[in-house]
């Protein structure tokens, strides 16, 4: 039978314990019928061979493809290839998930149909050992539909993500021409074909900051004009007035991507234990 969630996970040159950590939450998860499927993008150093060699060890539900540097949205794709359950979660290699995110996500997914994606809240860290274990907030989550604000920004974080698996493969997986946001403009793709994208407003991800990411070594103008021309790209596709009012805000929100963009940068590189 199909496990009910596929973990994919992807990792190039992921320091060790912060794959320790990923690997570990996503697997300890509270709901058991899970598989999570790792693709190595490059080659493995000793260390990380030997903590995936355990793992497999005591848990036959890690699932491993190595098929070299391929690239980030190649990896992917081929981790979604090999995932047999109906819903994909994604976690980044070096995040990692609280132990009832996809419980209350599953949860969430089951009672509302309409939904394709649902992202949730993140707690952001610069600490190499921190983990997200943390209380969650009493109550019933709350989930908010994300309409054409996608077009200004990306609210879902990557890691946060689960998925179904047909409309993932419907609009052809991630764009593997894309260095960068393969996870913005997946976004972009799937709200373009009229499915519904939602936000879960409990914090299930731990979101690791550090110098050694791809996607925050890249200058905040670079990534400021890529998140730009997606959205130039959709906003397009309006119709009459509203389209240039999108136009408008599009080049009014570039100013500010980049100020945001190198406030991230900074906080990156500070070391916090």
């Keep these: 039978m199909s496990p009910e969630v596929s973990v994919l996970v992807t990792s190039y040159a992921t320091p060790t314990r912060l794959l320790a950590i990923s690997l570990t939450s996503a697997l300890a998860q509270s709901i058991t019928d899970i598989e999570t499927v790792l693709v190595?993008?490059?080659?493995?150093?000793?260390?990380?061979?030997?903590?995936?060699?355990?793992?497999?060890?005591?848990?036959?539900?890690?699932?491993?493809?190595?098929?070299?540097?391929?690239?980030?949205?190649?990896?992917?794709?081929?981790?979604?290839?090999?995932?047999?359950?109906?819903?994909?979660?994604?976690?980044?290699?070096?995040?990692?998930?609280?132990?009832?995110?996809l419980e209350i996500q599953t949860d969430l997914l089951r009672?509302?149909?309409?939904?394709?994606?649902?992202?949730?809240?993140?707690?952001?860290?610069?600490?190499?050992?921190?983990?997200?274990?943390?209380?969650?907030?009493?109550?019933?989550?709350?989930?908010?539909?994300?309409?054409?604000?996608?077009?200004?920004?990306?609210?879902?974080?990557h890691s946060s993500v689960l998925v179904r698996r047909d409309a993932l493969l419907g609009v052809g997986g991630y764009d593997e021409r894309r260095r960068a946001q393969f996870d913005y403009d997946l976004l972009l793709r799937l709200k373009a074909q009229g499915l519904a994208i939602g936000h879960c407003d409990l914090p299930l991800v731990l979101q690791r900051r550090h110098p050694g990411q791809f996607f925050e070594g890249l200058a905040p103008a670079s990534r400021a004009w890529g998140s730009v021309r997606l959205q130039l790209a959709?906003?397009?596709?309006?119709?009459?007035?509203?389209?240039?009012?999108?136009?408008?805000?599009?080049?009014?929100?570039?100013a500010y991507q980049v100020a945001r963009g190198m406030a991230w940068h900074r906080a990156s590189r500070r070391r916090v234990a």
Aim: cysteine-free; proline content about 6%.
């Design 40 to 101: 190595i993008d490059g080659d493995l150093s000793a260390e990380n061979r030997e903590l995936i060699s355990d793992i497999e060890r005591t848990d036959d539900r890690l699932v491993v493809v190595t098929p070299g540097r391929v690239g980030r949205a190649k990896a992917l794709n081929l981790g979604l290839d090999v995932a047999r359950a109906p819903l994909v979660a994604i976690q980044d290699a070096d995040d990692a998930s609280h132990p009832r995110r």
């Design 111 to 157: 009672r509302t149909p309409k939904l394709t994606v649902l992202g949730a809240a993140s707690t952001i860290s610069s600490s190499v050992t921190a983990t997200a274990d943390w209380t969650l907030p009493k109550g019933d989550p709350k989930v908010l539909v994300v309409g054409r604000s996608l077009l200004r920004s990306n609210p879902v974080v």
């Design 234 to 254: 959709h906003i397009g596709q309006l119709d009459g007035p509203v389209k240039y009012a999108y136009y408008g805000v599009g080049g009014g929100r570039f």
